[in-house]
């Protein structure tokens, strides 16, 4: 499957690969970085999510970006579409801790939400997060989102569920 690349003002959007694996070390294996993601997760357990991003694209036809700033190609996160065995589809998105506040995940949610409507053709782009995940909850406003539902999920949590709109531009 090919995999496009996303241009943003700073950013380029590229498929996740084995050059992710350091990016990906640094945020799993922070406690306090990846908290909303399930971490802190072993070095193993980092290495698998990676190669869970990269065989997503083959298995699902959608999965996340790595985030390569062109100022100087540095990976400082992700940015796309997640979804496991038996959740719904969301998008999705984490940053290193020195990238955040900057605008990046606002700048990479919309460029991947454009071409989720564009260019997969969906009518909805949805995410969820824990009700206490402020800055989530922030970004999801910052997108236009609006919530459209409360639901259980798989892990027996409940969760807003949000609607993201089209972007304009």
């Not at 084995?18 to 990906?24: L, M, P, R």
């Not at 971490?39 to 290495?47: D, Q, R, S, V, Y």
């Amino acid at each position: 499957m090919l995999i496009p690349t996303l241009r943003t003002q700073r950013l380029d959007l590229i498929p996740p690969d084995v050059g992710c694996d350091s990016a990906y070390q640094r945020f799993y294996t922070d406690g306090e970085a990846s908290v909303a993601y399930g971490g802190p997760l072993t070095p193993a357990a980092a290495w698998s999510r990676l190669a869970y991003d990269i065989g997503a694209w083959h298995l699902q036809g959608f999965g996340v970006w790595a985030l390569r700033c062109r100022e100087d190609s540095a990976i400082i996160g992700v940015c796309g579409f997640w979804q496991g065995r038996g959740w719904p589809r969301e998008l999705t998105w984490w940053l290193l801790p020195e990238a955040r506040g900057q605008g990046y995940a606002l700048e990479a949610s919309l460029a991947v939400t454009k071409h989720a409507y564009s260019e997969f053709g969906w009518g909805a782009v949805q995410t969820y997060c824990a009700d206490a995940n402020n800055a989530a909850i922030a970004l999801i406003l910052r997108l236009g989102g609006s919530k459209v539902a409360r639901q259980a999920f798989p892990d027996g949590e409940h969760r807003n569920v949000y609607l993201i709109p089209r972007p304009a531009v």
